[in-house]
């Protein structure tokens, strides 16, 4: 039987409406920063909220 990585998630509040939105994660570790515009560099997530706002969250 195989068997199937564990996946993390985290949930997150939009940054311009504050409606929670889950994501998937890295590392169970990580920290995250949420952001209403993207950076130059780093590892993120370009994330949608339920309200259809784009905002990034960065893997810190």
């Known amino acids: 039987m195989a068997t199937i990585p564990r996946q993390e998630t985290a949930t997150v509040s939009c940054p311009h409406c504050e409606r929670e939105t889950t994501i998937s994660i ?3 570790d ?3 920063e949420i952001r209403r515009s993207v950076a130059l560099y780093g590892d993120h997530a370009t994330v949608v909220c339920p309200a259809d706002h784009e905002f990034w969250v960065y893997f810190c």
């Open 26 to 28: 890295p590392d169970d």
């Open 30 to 32: 990580v920290d995250l």
